[in-house]
């Protein structure tokens, strides 16, 4: 079996500070049947480190490794004209760079990092990056359902997203919410909470995603599924986010893992 990681900070430094090195990622993550991950940014700074690692460690034990450029709600009063060119001129030499799409992006209310009327035009400005160069974005959304759908609503009907728009990542909106995104073309990223005793909205979620638009994630190194809660997530243990996603829509494991890595493929645009 073969699994894609499709959300993995893996340059995080947190794996720095537990001592495992970006070898160490990659060659546990082959060991558990992980050859594709997506290495996502979350400002210019960390948008860098993902091309970077994407780049430089592409291959390495047999993984394949993809990144995204983009800001973050929490970054979004960083957002300026210099971040803008850069992601521009990322996203056009996006081959070389290995960059399969913009983020994260999207509206966060939980923290308030970023003022929320600063949230909601950079978000904007990034949709309209995804739209004018055609590639998917990987959508973050906490506690701003109302105001990220209506947003989303707006672009939709003005046909400024594409046919498949992107992810929503660790998606935590409501079943509504989710059927909703469903229906603009989006795929839905479930990652660690899925497996999580005491969470019962994200599996709802999950029995109402259709199996063609499911992708598998860990955000790590954060959010690690059951049963390694209280250690450093990473890649290596997605499988136990498809096990339980095979268990939930009542499919056998070899099933959820080859579709969830045709989807995943299908949503970054890689074969």
């Not at 309209?128 to 109302?146: C, K, Q, V």
């Not at 229906?183 to 005491?198: Q, R, V």
């Not at 598998?216 to 243990?237: A, F, Q, V």
């Given at each position: 079996?073969?699994f894609?990681?499709?959300?993995a ?20 993550s ?132 594409r ?13 509504e ?58 890649p ?7 096990a ?28």
């Amino acid at each position: 079996m073969s699994f894609f990681d499709t959300h993995a900070h893996i340059y995080d430094r947190k794996f720095e500070e537990a001592e495992i090195s970006t070898d160490d990622v990659l060659k546990r993550s082959a060991e558990s049947g992980v050859n594709r991950i997506l290495i996502p940014g979350d400002s210019m700074e960390s948008s860098k480190a993902a091309v970077s690692t994407a780049t430089q460690f592409n291959g390495k034990y047999g993984v394949q490794l993809f990144a995204s450029v983009g800001v973050h709600p929490h970054e979004a009063k960083t957002y300026d004209g210099e971040v803008e060119k850069y992601l521009r001129d990322s996203i056009e030499n996006r081959d070389e760079l290995r960059i399969r799409a913009i983020g994260e992006i999207g509206l966060d209310y939980y923290y308030d990092l970023s003022e929320r009327s600063v949230q909601r035009e950079v978000f904007e400005k990034q949709l309209l990056l995804a739209y004018e160069y055609d590639i998917p974005f990987i959508l973050h959304e906490r506690d701003a359902t109302g105001d990220c759908l209506d947003i989303l609503r707006r672009f939709f009907k003005e046909g400024k997203l594409r046919k498949s728009p992107g992810v929503c990542h660790c998606c935590s909106c409501s079943f509504e919410a989710s059927q909703e995104l469903i229906k603009m073309g989006f795929f839905i990223g479930f990652d660690g909470p899925l497996t999580f005793k005491n969470n019962k909205k994200t599996p709802e979620v999950l029995k109402g995603t259709p199996l063609d638009r499911i992708v598998i994630e860990t955000d790590s190194p954060y959010l690690t599924p059951e049963p390694n809660r209280g250690s450093i997530n990473g890649p290596c243990h997605v499988p136990y986010v498809c096990a339980k996603v095979a268990e939930i829509k009542g499919i056998t494991l070899e099933e959820a893992a080859s579709l969830t890595y045709d989807n995943g493929n299908r949503l970054y645009g890689v074969s």
